[in-house]
């Protein structure tokens, strides 16, 4: 059974940064892509950013492209996600996920076969 925990949400002010991580349990985490995806209130729960199963290939929605950068570390079984210049509109609770392939296939909820318990990350303007 495959196990993810999101930590490092919060409140932050506009312009500020956090560092969310997803431990993984399992041996296999270095064999799957792994995801991050959001959703705030009242709206479907959208794909943010993933990273293919060595770390060589990473993938970002438009609206985090040059301000997220998601990392992993294979050794911890451990997924990052680095958030810069945080907007209002970035408030969400933010879920980590496992794909069930080694390569990145898209950003659909369907690719992913695992998901944390999400993190609340709040920006005030």
């Known amino acids: 059974q495959v196990q993810l925990v999101e930590s490092g949400g919060g409140l932050v002010q506009a312009g500020g940064s956090l560092r969310l991580s997803c431990a993984a349990s399992?041996?296999?985490?270095?064999?799957?892509?792994m995801g991050w995806f959001r959703q705030a209130p009242g709206k479907e729960r959208e794909f943010v950013a993933a990273?293919?199963?060595?770390?060589?290939?990473?993938y970002y929605a438009d609206y985090v492209k040059c301000r997220y950068t998601i990392s992993r570390d294979n050794v911890k079984n451990t997924v990052y996600l680095q958030m810069n210049s945080l907007k209002p509109e970035d408030r969400a609770v933010y879920y980590c996920?496992?794909?069930?392939?080694?390569?990145?296939?898209?950003?659909?909820?369907?690719?992913?076969?695992?998901w944390g318990q999400g993190t609340q990350v709040t920006v005030s303007s």
């Open positions: 996920a496992r794909s069930g392939r080694a390569r990145y296939c898209g950003p659909s909820r369907g690719e992913y076969d695992y």
């Open positions: 990273i293919s199963w060595s770390g060589g290939g990473t």
């Open positions: 399992g041996r296999t985490f270095s064999s799957y892509t």
